[in-house]
């Protein structure tokens, strides 16, 4: 993967890349099992933190949060 500000032959740093992947297999497994719901991120010292996820059973479900 590369930068996205236009940069296409700059690969990014190892960390980013890490949280980035990170991220996509998170997104993937939801899309798989046809989940909708939120990321939360943050960044610290320049770094993407993944730092919470929070999906519905179902498409069409009510979330865990609908549920408190």
């Known amino acids: ?33 046809r989940r909708w719901g939120e990321i939360r991120l943050a960044v610290r010292d320049g770094l993407p933190y993944l730092l919470q996820t929070e999906f519905s059973e179902r498409l069409g479900g009510r979330s865990r ?4």
């Open 65 to 68: 949060r609908d549920e408190d």
């Open 1 to 33: 993967m590369t930068a996205a500000n236009g940069d296409e032959g700059m690969p990014l740093a190892p960390p980013v890349q890490s949280a980035i992947d990170r991220l996509a297999a998170v997104v993937r497994q939801a899309h798989k099992e």
